[in-house]
Nanobody, 126 residues
Framework: QVQLVESGGGLVQAGGSLRLSCAASGGTLRNRAAGWFRQAPGKEREIVAGVNWDSSPTDYGDFVKGRFHISRENAKNTLYLQMDNLKPEDTAVYYC???????????????????WGRGTQVTVSS
């Protein structure tokens, strides 16, 4: 069973940056597809960025528009999300997720991910 713990959220002004981290334990993120999702109050959970099992990046939400970058550091068993030029509409709880199977790519639907963190709040002030 893989446990995921997010960190790095907080309050930032519009135009600022944050780097989210997702530390895995109880299992490895290596060779698993993984991703970041977010959910704002009253809205559905949506994909922010995903990475394939071989660490090739894929699937950025339309709203990202080059502002965010997902990466993985296998040696630290950690997934990252670098967020630049943040906007007030980026305010949400951000979740880390990982696929249940190795060597299997998944899409943008949250139901395709087996493991989830509890989330970290990101608040962007105008």
């Amino acid at each position: 069973q893989v446990q995921l713990v997010e960190s790095g959220g907080g309050l930032v002004q519009a135009g600022g940056s944050l780097r989210l981290s997702c530390a895995a334990s109880g299992g490895t993120l290596r060779n698993r597809a993984a991703g970041w999702f977010r959910q704002a109050p009253g809205k559905e959970r949506e994909i922010v960025a995903g990475v394939n099992w071989d660490s090739s990046p894929t699937d950025y939400g339309d709203f990202v528009k080059g502002r965010f970058h997902i990466s993985r550091e296998n040696a630290k068993n950690t997934l990252y999300l670098q967020m630049d030029n943040l906007k007030p509409e980026d305010t949400a709880v951000y979740y880390c997720a990982a696929a249940g199977r190795f060597f299997t790519d998944v899409g943008t639907n949250p139901v395709e991910y087996s493991y989830w963190g509890r989330g970290t709040q990101v608040t962007v002030s105008s």
